[in-house]
C-alpha cells in the first residue's frame, strides 16, 4: 500500500460546481497536511496548509482533515475555469523534514 | 518577502553530458531545501534534501547528486546524464520541520 492514494482523475465539472478532491493515507505519524495547486508546466501553489485534524476555511477553499480515518479533503465551492489544474496533497510526519505527495488529480472546470 | 528562484526554465542536453541546475532563495535563512522530479504517472519524487550548509541527504540512489555551497543556493548535478533523467525538477524551500513548502517554477530537462 502507497503511503499516501489519490485518485488522478480527470476531473470535469461545470462552473460554479462544488468540488471535492481527496487523499488517504496510511501512515498515522503524518500530522501536518497541504493542498498545492500546479498549472501545466508549473511549479506547485500552495493552497491550504493545516496540522491534525479539523477544518480550515480560506475564501473558496476549505480543507478537513479526520486522522481517525486517515483521510484529507479539499472543497472548492463555486468552481471557476481558473481553478482547472492539477491539485496535490502532500503530508509530513511529526519531526520530519520529509514532504510525502499524492500522485494528484487533474481538474476542469469547463465555463 | 521570500522568493526562490530555479534555472534554466527548459533544457535539453545530449546522453552523456553533464548537467548542473540551480536554486537560490531569497528572503530567508537557514531554509531547509528539496529537489523533487515529477514524471508523468509517478508524483513528486523527492531526490534530495538539505537542512544546512554541505549536508545532504539522499533519497533515491541514482545517476544525480546534490550541493549546497552557500546557506541559500542548492544546485542538482549529473556527471553523465541518462535518458531516464528526463523530467521535470522542482526545487522547494521551508523554514523548519512544522512548516509548509514552497516550489520553484521547475526545470524541464529533456534529454535526448
Known amino acids: 500500500q502507497k503511503e499516501v492514494e489519490q485518485d488522478p482523475g480527470p476531473l470535469s465539472v461545470p462552473e460554479g460546481a462544488i468540488v471535492s478532491l481527496n487523499c488517504t493515507y496510511s501512515?498515522?505519524?503524518?500530522?501536518?497536511f497541504m493542498w498545492y495547486r500546479q498549472y501545466s508546466r508549473k511549479g506547485p501553489e500552495l493552497l491550504m496548509y493545516?496540522?491534525?485534524?479539523g477544518n480550515k476555511e480560506d475564501g473558496r477553499f476549505t480543507a478537513q482533515v479526520d486522522k481517525s480515518s486517515k483521510y484529507i479533503s479539499l472543497f472548492i465551492r463555486d468552481s471557476q475555469p481558473s481553478d482547472s489544474a492539477t491539485y496535490l496533497c502532500?503530508?509530513?510526519?511529526?519531526?520530519?523534514?520529509?514532504?510525502?505527495f499524492g500522485k494528484g488529480t487533474k481538474l476542469t472546470v469547463n465555463p | 518577502s521570500q522568493t526562490i528562484h530555479q534555472w534554466p526554465a527548459t533544457l535539453v542536453q545530449p546522453v552523456g553530458s553533464p548537467l548542473s541546475l540551480e536554486c537560490t532563495v531569497e528572503?530567508?535563512?537557514?531554509?531547509?531545501l528539496y529537489w523533487y522530479r515529477q514524471a508523468a504517472g509517478r508524483g513528486l519524487q523527492l531526490l534530495f534534501y538539505?537542512?544546512?550548509?554541505?549536508?545532504i541527504s539522499s533519497e533515491v540512489p541514482q545517476n544525480l547528486s546534490a550541493s549546497r555551497p552557500q546557506d541559500r543556493q542548492f544546485i542538482l548535478s549529473s556527471k553523465k546524464l541518462l535518458l531516464s533523467d528526463s523530467g521535470f525538477y522542482l526545487c522547494?524551500?521551508?523554514?523548519?520541520?512544522?512548516?509548509?513548502?514552497?516550489f520553484g517554477q521547475g526545470t524541464r530537462l529533456t534529454v535526448v
Open positions: 522547494a524551500w521551508s523554514l523548519g520541520i512544522i512548516t509548509e513548502a514552497f
Open positions: 501512515n498515522s505519524a503524518f500530522q501536518y
Open positions: 538539505s537542512v544546512g550548509i554541505g549536508q
Open positions: 493545516t496540522y491534525s485534524s
Open positions: 502532500a503530508m509530513r510526519e511529526g519531526g520530519s523534514e520529509k514532504l510525502v
Open positions: 528572503g530567508t535563512s537557514n531554509p531547509n
